[in-house]
């Protein structure tokens, strides 16, 4: 039932932007956490940043505080994260999934659904 489908990767320089998109579908509930997880050559997958259905409460990991943005659309169903900034060591493969919790301070453990993921490079 669940559906994710992340898009918006792609290839960037050092200092410049993306913004991604996560569609995700088949939620029993109204009420849920969608978060960014990304998994970079070599390192273990981490959770990024989270935001409930209603808009509340976005949380950011410290390394990317500041630089990303995450929003929901209602409206298209969907989840983005603007990416400002970005840095080498932001290459990775970015998943979106929901999340169990999503407090201001605090990302819960994903779920156990993951799609394929889109692509982030970026260059020196």
């Known amino acids: 039932q669940v559906q994710l489908v992340e898009s918006g990767g792609g290839l960037v320089q050092a200092g410049g932007s993306l913004r991604l998109s996560c569609v995700a579908s088949g939620f029993t509930s109204d009420y849920y956490a969608i978060g960014w997880f990304r998994q970079a050559p070599g390192k273990e997958r981490e959770g990024i940043s989270c935001?409930?259905?209603?808009?509340?409460?976005?949380y950011y990991t410290d390394s990317v505080k500041g630089r990303f943005t995450i929003s929901n659309d209602n409206v298209k169903k969907t989840v983005y994260l603007q990416m400002n900034s970005l840095k080498p060591d932001d290459t990775a493969v970015y998943y979106c999934?929901?999340?169990?919790?999503?407090?201001?301070?605090?990302?819960?453990?994903?779920?156990?659904?993951w799609g394929q993921g889109t692509q982030v490079t970026v260059s020196s």
């Open positions: 999934t929901p999340v169990r919790l999503c407090l201001d301070h605090s990302m819960g453990a994903p779920y156990d659904y």
């Open positions: 935001i409930f259905s209603d808009n509340s409460n976005a």
